[in-house]
């Protein structure tokens, strides 16, 4: 009997084994960049002396008591952020104009100098509590390049860069993600900073080894190649970084919007873009904030194509985010909750041409990202079919990879029912954390997903169908 019981044990020990025992492929993401993916869509939030002189590039020799906002209010920024579905601010610390909205020891062009709150305020301070209240995370966006500081240009600049790092990672608690911007200009005495990278990436692991750090290149998430939001639709998390620097020396653009396949870094995507035409508010922007349907399109084309979304909202000259932007985020929220409200795909029945021991096909359609199906190993390209009991209507395919074991899809089609034969709807090439596919209204008893082309046997979380209403 004992014997037995250790016989059994001993099976449902292998057989739990042998579902988890997939080899993972190629680069892989690290905790805090699984994390990261997750966040999907979150908020810019640029702001400086700029939006008071209406500049997209300050100089550096602007009066800092220009910074004045009246009734500055990060709550309102936080709380507007979570009231659209976002899950994290990233704020300006200092754009290239060296302004710094935080006291800093190492510049005396700062909140301090200002005229706002009599040079005590601190707005990083006041938005990372906000983030805090509102169960927020919080990152920072500092620009190397400064036009302000007399040391730029100078081999000690790198220090007195890595030293504002030091002081912001020690006193403003966890920060999810540091945002470094690749431009890279002449300073006030005339000379560009050759920029000491990896001891500005290492300062910041120093102090925080979860903090995901942007660049051009990563190395925690890569710029995707443009500011419009809009990867790649082949868009792989894997790119070589070696030899290459953030801003001149970054790769083309088109290889950052594709990613590399087989590329040695997991290095994921990140889409930013402004709600207005500029990065810094501006009054003459008042009457172009972007439509729902364009926010929709963005979503689609960042979100929908394995790319976090960095919407940037700016605050205005009051130190709030006007009424028209915080408006039109709630109608974007209210649309994406409109579009992914009823998951078609959970009624139907789920089969696979090949399926992995103890990984169930079902898994595929049970609205849960943590659950998986993969085939065998020796199984590239499996077929996956939904089949339901009553026909229904769709517009929109969400897939999902289990990217924890790598990106592996290279290639996928997919097919309807239609009078008793599969047709062909879509052709298209990788999936990562999360891919959407935007189709026609399609009505259908039958769907059928085949890989057509993998690096390794295919990991899949997600199968999900929706029909979006007409906007
Ligand atoms: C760019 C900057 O030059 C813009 O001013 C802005 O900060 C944007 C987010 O990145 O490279
Ligand atoms: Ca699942």
Redesign the pocket.
């Known amino acids: 009997m004992k014997r037995l019981l250790i016989t059994a044990g001993l099976l449902t020990c292998l057989a739990a084994t042998n579902a988890q025992d997939i080899a993972p492929y190629g680069a892989l993401p690290t905790k805090a960049q699984l994390e990261w993916q997750d966040l999907e869509n979150y908020m810019?939030i640029?702001f400086g002396p700029n939006t008071f002189t209406d500049k997209?590039?300050g100089d550096g020799t602007e009066d800092p008591k220009v910074f004045n906002p009246t009734q500055l209010d990060a709550r309102q920024w936080a709380r507007t952020a979570k009231e659209a579905g976002m899950k994290a601010i990233i704020i300006?610390a200092k754009?290239?104009d060296g302004f710094c909205l935080f006291p800093s020891k190492y510049s005396n062009h700062t909140v301090r100098e200002s005229a706002w709150k009599n040079g005590k305020g601190d707005v990083l301070r006041e938005i990372a509590d906000a983030c805090k209240e509102y169960g927020l995370k919080f990152g920072v966006?500092l620009?190397p390049w400064d036009r302000n500081s007399p040391d730029y240009g100078t081999p000690y600049y790198n220090q007195l860069f890595a030293n504002m790092l030091n002081e912001i990672y020690a006193g403003y608690g966890p920060i999810f993600e540091q945002w470094f911007?690749?431009?890279n200009g002449e300073g006030p005495n005339g000379k560009k900073q050759e920029y000491d990278w990896e001891f500005f990436y290492q300062t910041v692991y120093h102090n925080q080894p979860g903090t995901v750090i942007f660049s051009d290149i990563g190395p925690g998430c890569r710029w995707v190649g443009n500011?419009n939001g809009s990867a790649g639709t082949t868009n792989w998390s894997t790119i070589n970084t070696k030899g290459f620097e953030p801003g001149a020396k970054a790769p083309a653009p088109a290889i950052l919007n594709k990613g590399e396949e087989d590329g040695a870094a997991w290095v994921p995507a990140e889409s930013?873009v402004s709600i207005r035409p500029g990065?810094f508010y501006s009054p003459s922007t008042d009457n172009s904030v972007k439509s729902v349907d364009k926010l929709m399109e963005i979503y689609y084309s960042s979100v929908g194509r394995n790319s976090n979304l960095l919407l940037?909202v700016p605050s205005d000259r009051r130190g709030l985010i006007p009424a028209k932007d915080s408006l039109r985020l709630m109608e974007f929220r209210r649309m994406r909750e409109q579009v992914f409200k009823k998951n078609l795909a959970l009624n139907a029945k789920v089969t696979a041409s090949h399926s992995r021991s103890q990984l169930k096909p079902a898994s595929l359609a049970d609205g849960n990202a943590s659950t998986y199906w993969a085939s065998p190993d020796s199984v590239k390209t499996p077929v996956i079919t939904l089949n339901f009991e009553k026909a229904v209507t769709f517009n929109r395919l969400l897939l999902q990879e289990y990217i924890a074991l790598g990106q592996r899809v290279k290639a996928f089609r997919v097919e309807v029912l239609d009078h008793g034969r599969y047709k062909e709807i879509a052709n298209e090439t990788t999936i990562g954390h999360k891919r959407i596919l935007l189709l026609p209204d399609t009505k259908t008893k039958g769907l059928r997903i085949t890989i057509t082309d993998a690096k390794a046997c295919p990991v899949l979380s997600e199968v999900q169908l929706f029909k979006a209403p007409k906007s």
């Open positions: 810019f640029v997209e590039w300006v754009h290239h966006y620009s911007d690749g431009a500011e930013d990065w940037n």
